[in-house]
């Protein structure tokens, strides 16, 4: 078997796995060496599915004792095995970094023989192409759970990020579709690297030159829409693992159905890519927008409305704080309002110090007045003109997909008919046809 | 402010050329029409004048801006100066002269019309440099790694710290084919040179073999349930593909290796045998 094949069965194995970010670490070249990374992460190429690819993402192997049920490789699934050689990938690694494909490796792994020697195999690839290239370059590698603490640490020092698959979004789950996995042993490392990440940061302010553990930090990855939790579920987890775990992003993954299992989908289904779009969007205003899980979605909504954005879905269920003046607004309250994001918010901050801002100064600033005018004043008027009435507004905030899928569903109703707060009911055939141009 | 006249300054190209332009506009009291450079075939019936480049004036507004108006104001007219906006030196004039005026805060008026021309214009600088860092692809050709890209705005500047951050111990070339520019570095040297034009000779069969590998992994890594081209095509605009080796058609014929949609046009016809002359100036070979 010659690398090309290696490559491929490889590459295909490990595709389904979301995170290809680059990001976190700021890093030049060793003298002598090759590769350097930056914070904001760079994306190299785009494949024909849009996702990003920036580093070169394959398993070590592809064989795998576990036999989890939504997983193509499954110790019962019959599909062609292969297995790189630590020095084969460092060698593929080093020349595509090279040639500027990509920012540098993602490894992960079926578990061979045991998780000990899987470890041990990536420990090793990941070891040449930091000694013997001297590769500064970014590695994001897979802890495999269930691994020997001492050899976590070991890769933990050698890799930017790490991250470990929580899979499946309740323990139930994971009992049904992964029986030889549990949530202790998937939280078990999880936790042992944020423990080695915390003493780290202590060690490095009392010697400046002490190895780096996971500079980058952690991450994870779960499969949304294999199992039945809501998204409210999903979201509360998401925002656990960020408070518990300080995990630097929560990826989710529309399950994409790779094998017809009673327990699953089936295989006819399309990936619920709406909803992990839906699902992504709830995630920045975690991060970035200060907003709360149980703000964005409750116990009595659990799902998200497949027509509007989680964003304007709160701000159309919360009048009461809008409008607000934009030239007195603090910089939390500007982020609530659709239509202005973070930068933007920045701006209105930064432009706002030199002189009052009107509503055609705001365009200038990149804030989306289609959406934002109807929350906001500018030195106490509202934009010119502007007639606020609940369709028009509601109009205003659906994007032209869902406006188009809204009239496609509900052909007996007129527009005008729509309500403010009452959520239309989509069947879940609804939700995975209003996807196109969404993601 | 002094205004009306009908005058149009012509200069040598070079930002010094365009310091002294800003210092003649306030040594005359007058707002030029327009600041064009020196033969750019153009007709006009309206007076030009020669602004002669003068290093000591240069000099004089140079050490002004940062003191008026901060170093990052420096940075952003340096910049401003590389962008491909039409009229940039009559902007970046009425930005200098509203800056003296007004000092630190300039970079804050955002809502100002100059201001805010040249900072969409640098935004789309930034922006295109580091969809370069993205996209750019190296050929080795006996051991010197060649790029060749096609900016709007002149990026070569910006990418310098970039590459060289990145690969300290390699020699490299990056062609700019749109200003017949190119940023060349060898351990631990860089530096940016006119070059009419560049040839490159047939990659061996070690590039070849990474070229396929790389080709094979991007057709790959589609996950094709969510087969999705118009994302693709907003995150990378379809002017990259050009020089990109996902989209070169394959050496080797393998399955997985041919590009799995729409062949990228300009490619297919663009692809003559290039003939077998060393091409790199001075001992880059």
Known sequence: MDVFDKLKILTDAAKYDVACTSSGTDRKASSGGIGSAVSCGICHSFAADGRCISLLKVLMTNSCVYDCKYCVNRRSNDTPRAAFTPRELAELTINFYRRNYIEGLFLSSGVLKNPDYTCEQMIEAIRILREE??????????????????????????????????????????????????????????????????????????????????????????????????????????????????????????????????????????????????????????????????????????????????????????????????????????????????????????????????????????????????????????????????????????????????????????????????????????????????? | MPDGSNLIYQYDGSFEGLLCCVFESYEKKEIPLDIIVADTPQTTLLPIRDIVTDEEKARRVLVSIPKKMGKETLDFIRRAFLTCLPYKEKEILLFLRLGYRVGNSVLNLLTNDTVHTLTKAVKYLNNESNQFRQFIRFSIFQGAMVAEIEPNNFVLPLLVEHFRNRYPEEKFLIYDKSHGMALIYQPYHAEIVAIESLELPEPDEEEYYFQDLWRLFYNTIEVEGRHNPKCRMSHMPKRYWKYMTEFAPPRRKRPGMEPKYEPNPVLLSSSPARPDTPLLPDGQG
């Open chain 1, 133 to 439: 290239y001297h590769f500064s370059g970014y590695i994001h590698a897979k802890a495999i759970p269930g691994a020997d603490s001492a050899l976590i640490e070991r890769l933990g020092l050698l890799v930017d990020r790490m991250s470990v698959n929580i899979e499946l979004p309740s323990q139930k789950s994971l009992q049904t579709l992964a029986p030889d996995k549990s949530k202790h042993s998937i939280l078990a490392p999880m936790g042992f690297i944020q423990d080695r990440m915390q003493e780290n940061r202590t060690d490095l302010v009392k010697y400046r030159h002490a190895p780096k553990f996971v500079p980058a930090g952690q991450s994870t990855q779960m499969i949304v829409g294999a199992t039945p939790e809501t998204d409210f579920q999903i979201l509360n987890l998401a925002e656990g693992l960020y408070k518990k775990y300080r995990l630097k992003r929560v990826f989710f993954s529309a399950y994409i159905p790779v094998v017809e299992n009673a327990l699953l989908p089936s295989k006819e289904s399309k990936p619920p890519l709406l909803r992990e779009h839906r699902l992504y969007q709830a995630d920045w205003l975690l991060r970035f927008y200060g907003f709360r899980a149980n703000e964005i979605l409750d116990s009595d909504h659990q799902s998200f409305n497949p027509y509007i954005d989680p964003k304007c879905n709160w701000a159309l269920n919360h009048m009461e704080f809008f409008p607000i003046e934009v030239n007195r607004a603090s910089y939390e309250e500007l982020l609530r309002v659709p239509g202005i994001g973070v930068r933007s918010a920045q701006r209105i901050i930064v432009a706002r110090r030199t002189g009052p801002l009107h509503f055609d100064g705001l365009k200038k600033l990149g804030v989306v007045l289609k959406r934002a005018q109807y929350f906001i004043t500018c030195c106490g008027k509202i934009a010119d003109g502007l007639k606020i009435t609940q369709d028009v507004a509601l109009r205003s905030l659906m994007s032209e997909t869902a406006l188009g899928t809204l009239r496609q569903n509900l052909p007996d109703t007129v527009p005008e008919q729509l309500s403010f707060f009452t959520n239309p009911n989509p069947t879940k055939e609804d939700l995975q046809k209003c996807l196109t141009g969404q993601i």
